[in-house]
């Protein structure tokens, strides 16, 4: 049983918020393991992290996709939209890091 199907038989693809702060730290931990190549551990953390919907999140899916050129294309823009498209928006506003640099931009085209 590899990482992924270990994840999914533990937590579940739709988890309770139980484990929010369980799989917090393990997307962390995988965004920094720069040996890991194993994407789709990744992306289902992005998921689950979506569906739990906490816009918080937002951030932490958005490092995953920056990870590296692969994820960037793996992990989908629509992953950092778990609690709303509006909610999302308005919370990226307020944050440097997207403003003025056409990152929103990434969002009105969805």
């Known amino acids: 049983m590899d990482k992924t199907e270990e994840l999914l038989k533990n937590v579940g693809l739709v988890p309770k918020i139980d ?3 369980r799989i917090r730290n393990l997307l962390k931990e995988e965004i920094e393991n720069e040996s890991s190549e194993d ?4 992306k289902t953390l992005c998921i689950q992290l979506f569906a739990l919907g906490c816009v918080d999140d937002t951030l932490l899916i958005w490092r995953a996709k ?17 609690a709303g498209l509006e909610k999302t928006l308005g919370y990226l506003k307020k944050k440097e890091y997207f403003r003025g640099n056409g990152r929103i931009k990434l969002f009105t085209e969805m």
Do not use: A, I, R, S
Not at 39 to 42: F, G, S
Not at 66 to 82: A, M, N, P, R, S
């Open 39 to 42: 994407n789709e551990y990744l």
């Open 19 to 21: 484990f929010v702060d």
């Open 66 to 82: 920056e990870k590296d050129f692969d994820t960037h294309g793996y992990v989908d823009v629509q992953l950092l939209c778990g």
